[in-house]
């Protein structure tokens, strides 16, 4: 008989499985659009053509966001998938689902980091042909305005991530404590969930310091705004460091444990042969049906022999069938306890 898979890990399978097809479809959103604007993209680069740049760059840049999103949706599966590969029954039960599971993510995460390298490429060249078109205080004073409005978004999610993140966790390890497996498993995604940040993060920095770069001349105001925003971006990473740890440290929980049972008491001792054989030849059986009285003797309470021994007389034809004199002929060679004194009902 193959081993029984917990309902604990019946619904996050059912969550695991829910998460990678959330992946697919977001993976079927992206792929169209990356072609088209790192397509049109690299024609604008090519022709040096500002306008093309300035129509493909911004919506390479939202596709690029996605593809964070989606990445954050696989590491989440990659988080569930690896509470389900330590369930043995599981693996050796759904095995093959399991390897179609990590296959597909797998994938597609390593596509998607691959095109998220290729789109910052190809915003770093997207810059380097702008270089000639924006000149001027003007274009430095545009372009640092845009980066502050890409951190400031950023840095509101983050706030988020600070607000919700301890009490995630500390619905998580309530969650765990009570033995509520679905609440555990839904802050634990949330957590992962915040992971996303750290692409967000990661790309911006080094768009701020090409920012410095392109404009070594300006104000130091503006040299100001941009210490802010490095700042706010090193703060943003360690918040998403602490929750990396926090999801890390809730992932060792693992599931909740189930209650275990109370053993059962043990079953007393058979009674011996040689008592059988006294009660046996007591009502007038034979050796050889021993063994039927034995099952009545040991598996039936003493209080309850009378119906058993009458219908088992009955069967073997014996001079007596009453069950209660059966009892009390018993009752004569084999004696009830005083230390342990039963009713009997006879």
């Given at each position: 008989?193959?081993?029984?898979?917990?309902?604990?890990?019946?619904?996050?399978?059912?969550?695991?499985?829910?998460?990678?097809?959330?992946?697919?479809?977001?993976?079927?959103?992206?792929?169209?659009?990356?072609?088209?604007?790192?397509?049109?993209?690299?024609?604008?680069?090519?022709?040096?053509?500002?306008?093309?740049?300035?129509?493909?760059?911004?919506?390479?840049?939202?596709?690029?966001?996605?593809?964070?999103?989606?990445?954050?949706?696989?590491q989440g599966a990659l988080g569930l998938i690896s509470q389900l590969?330590?369930?043995?029954?599981?693996?050796?039960?759904?095995?093959?689902?399991?390897?179609?599971?990590?296959?597909?993510?797998?994938?597609?995460?390593?596509?998607?980091?691959?095109?998220?390298?290729?789109?910052?490429?190809?915003?770093?060249?997207?810059?380097?042909?702008?270089?000639?078109?924006?000149?001027?205080?003007?274009?430095?004073?545009?372009?640092?305005?845009?980066?502050?409005?890409?951190?400031?978004?950023?840095?509101?999610?983050?706030?988020?991530?600070?607000?919700?993140?301890?009490?995630?966790?500390?619905?998580?390890?309530?969650?765990?404590?009570?033995?509520?497996?679905?609440?555990?498993?839904?802050?634990?995604?949330?957590?992962?969930?915040?992971?996303?940040?750290?692409?967000?993060?990661?790309?911006?920095?080094?768009?701020?310091?090409?920012?410095?770069?392109?404009?070594?001349?300006?104000?130091?105001?503006?040299?100001?705004?941009?210490?802010?925003?490095?700042?706010?971006?090193?703060?943003?990473?360690?918040?998403?460091?602490?929750?990396?740890?926090?999801?890390?440290?809730?992932?060792?929980?693992?599931?909740?444990?189930?209650?275990?049972?109370?053993?059962?008491?043990?079953?007393?001792?058979?009674?011996?042969?040689?008592?059988?054989?006294?009660?046996?030849?007591?009502?007038?059986?034979?050796?050889?049906?021993?063994?039927?009285?034995?099952?009545?003797?040991?598996?039936?309470?003493?209080?309850?022999?009378?119906?058993?021994?009458?219908k088992l007389a009955t069967t073997l034809k014996l001079k007596v069938?009453?069950?209660?004199?059966?009892?009390?002929?018993?009752?004569?060679?084999?004696?009830?306890?005083?230390?342990?004194?039963?009713?009997?009902?006879?």
């Amino acid at each position: 008989m193959p081993p029984q898979i917990s309902s604990e890990t019946a619904k996050t399978l059912v969550a695991t499985v829910k998460m990678v097809k959330e992946v697919e479809a977001q993976d079927a959103k992206i792929q169209p659009q990356y072609k088209k604007m790192s397509e049109g993209l690299k024609v604008g680069i090519d022709d040096g053509s500002e306008e093309e740049i300035a129509l493909y760059r911004p919506q390479l840049e939202k596709v690029g966001k996605l593809i964070d999103t989606c990445l954050g949706t696989i590491q989440g599966a990659l988080g569930l998938i690896s509470q389900l590969r330590k369930d043995d029954a599981l693996m050796e039960t759904k095995f093959e689902q399991i390897e179609k599971l990590v296959k597909s993510v797998a994938g597609k995460r390593k596509k998607l980091a691959e095109q998220s390298a290729a789109a910052r490429k190809l915003d770093d060249d997207a810059e380097t042909a702008l270089v000639a078109a924006r000149k001027g205080a003007q274009s430095a004073e545009a372009d640092l305005s845009a980066l502050q409005a890409a951190v400031a978004t950023l840095m509101k999610s983050i706030d988020y991530v600070d607000t919700e993140t301890p009490k995630l966790e500390a619905a998580a390890k309530k969650a765990y404590e009570k033995k509520d497996q679905k609440t555990l498993t839904d802050s634990r995604t949330k957590l992962i969930d915040f992971l996303q940040y750290k692409t967000a993060a990661m790309t911006m920095k080094p768009r701020i310091e090409k920012y410095k770069k392109q404009y070594p001349d300006i104000t130091r105001e503006q040299r100001n705004e941009v210490q802010y925003m490095l700042d706010d971006l090193q703060r943003a990473e360690s918040s998403v460091a602490d929750v990396d740890k926090k999801v890390k440290e809730l992932m060792k929980l693992g599931q909740v444990k189930k209650e275990e049972k109370a053993e059962a008491p043990p079953k007393k001792a058979p009674m011996p042969a040689a008592d059988v054989a006294k009660a046996g030849k007591a009502i007038g059986m034979e050796s050889k049906d021993y063994p039927k009285l034995a099952k009545i003797l040991n598996d039936v309470p003493r209080a309850k022999w009378a119906e058993p021994l009458g219908k088992l007389a009955t069967t073997l034809k014996l001079k007596v069938t009453n069950g209660k004199d059966l009892v009390l002929a018993i009752n004569k060679v084999l004696p009830v306890k005083k230390e342990k004194p039963q009713l009997i009902d006879i």
